[in-house]
């Protein structure tokens, strides 16, 4: 049966190899359609793993594995994993176990590290060149003496307004 068996995880560089004595099974009446024999048989599979203190995880491995997998984390630090989608109960324990091999498998990657990458000097060129076309758009809208050199309140204020007399 699947449940008598252990799990190995790993590629050509690291192995972890999780014995049966490891795991806890438990074994309840599972939900859903089945008719009168869903009512007799417990085929639905919990398995039970102490992720948190397992001697058999290496401890980079057993930090992204709680991590990762904090939802399905007792507070003592369990991981539950449940299967009840066959009607076999055998079928739900392989199940289980496939699902710990599939998280212990992406726990042994490790996460690729980010490298900050410099922005091209293209780009860097364009958006100078966008920020001065915009510039000298909006330079053109202005008015006149505010483009012959900047517009200069003190000397407007010293010369003589215009008089508005009809005479």
Request: glycine share 4%.
């Amino acid at each position: 049966m699947a449940k008598s068996r252990g799990i190995r995880v790993g590629d050509a560089v690291r192995e972890v190899v999780i014995p049966a004595d490891a795991l806890e099974w438990q074994f309840v009446r599972s939900s859903g359609p089945g008719g009168q024999h869903v009512n007799r048989t417990s085929s639905k599979a919990i398995l039970r793993f102490d992720a948190a203190r397992s001697p058999h995880l290496p401890d980079d491995v057993r930090r992204r594995l709680l991590a990762r997998e904090r939802s399905r984390l007792t507070d003592e630090g369990w991981l539950i994993i449940v299967s009840q989608a066959h009607r076999e109960q055998p079928r739900n324990a392989a199940d289980c176990l496939a699902k710990l091999s599939q998280m212990i498998e992406r726990a042994l990657v490790p996460p690729k590290t980010r490298r900050r990458t410099k922005t091209p000097r293209a780009a860097v060129a364009r958006r100078l060149e966008a920020k001065q076309r915009r510039s000298r758009t909006k330079h053109l809208r202005s008015r006149p003496e505010v483009r012959r050199g900047g517009y200069n309140r003190r000397a407007r204020a010293a010369s003589p307004a215009p008089s508005r007399s009809k005479d």
